[in-house]
């Protein structure tokens, strides 16, 4: 923050802080993906096996009994 209060708005664009703010949003995006990966693939084959059972009478309360399960 020193840095940041001592030089010039141009002065920090032209060094390593855009750079950084790069590599601190690809890595922070890098690390919702890996932890949204996993919810999103199984939200997205219960939605595919609903489409295929269908979601009324017996086959509803099946649907709802699988999504219980670690995949």
Not at 22 to 49: F, T, W, Y
């Amino acid at each position: 923050m020193a840095q940041v209060r001592r030089h010039s708005e141009d002065q920090m664009m032209h060094g390593l802080l855009p750079n950084k703010v790069i590599d601190a949003v690809l890595d922070a995006l890098s690390g919702h993906e890996k932890l949204s990966m996993p919810l999103l693939e199984r939200e997205v084959s219960l939605q595919i096996l609903k489409m295929l059972v269908g979601r009324s009478g017996q086959n509803g309360r099946q649907i709802n009994e699988f999504s219980n399960f670690d995949y």
